[in-house]
């Protein structure tokens, strides 16, 4: 399995997983980034349509740790969501 499909699969799947539309709408920016780092500030503009207030980067920081838990349960072991320190958040594609 490649990358590249592994995207692809996860981006038809999306919508049958057990995301609340916010973080729905979190992965699909992470998805759109293709591997690289979003900026925490893009996420908060993106899903909360505000700037990046601490209420909202704590906001998008439990979200984001929600999200690791439920791919984790739906046993999406080729998909890892990362943080990446004074940088944002990452979506990876293992082989």
Same mark, same amino acid.
């Given at each position: 399995m490649n990358a590249t499909f592994d995207k692809y699969a996860f981006n038809e799947i999306i919508y049958d997983l057990p995301f609340t539309k916010k973080e729905q709408e979190v992965v699909k920016e992470l998805l759109e980034a293709d591997g /690289? !780092?979003? !900026?925490?500030? %893009? $996420?908060? /503009?993106?899903?909360? &349509?505000? +700037?990046?207030? &601490?209420?909202? =980067?704590? %906001? $998008? +920081?439990?979200?984001? =740790? /929600?999200i690791k838990i439920k791919l984790s349960e739906e046993k999406m072991d080729y998909v890892c969501l990362k943080t990446v320190w004074g940088s944002g958040y990452q979506l990876i594609f293992r082989k």
């Open positions: /690289k !780092p979003v !900026p925490r500030e %893009q $996420l908060c /503009k993106v899903v909360f &349509n505000k +700037s990046d207030t &601490n209420s909202a =980067k704590s %906001q $998008l +920081s439990s979200m984001v =740790k /929600k």
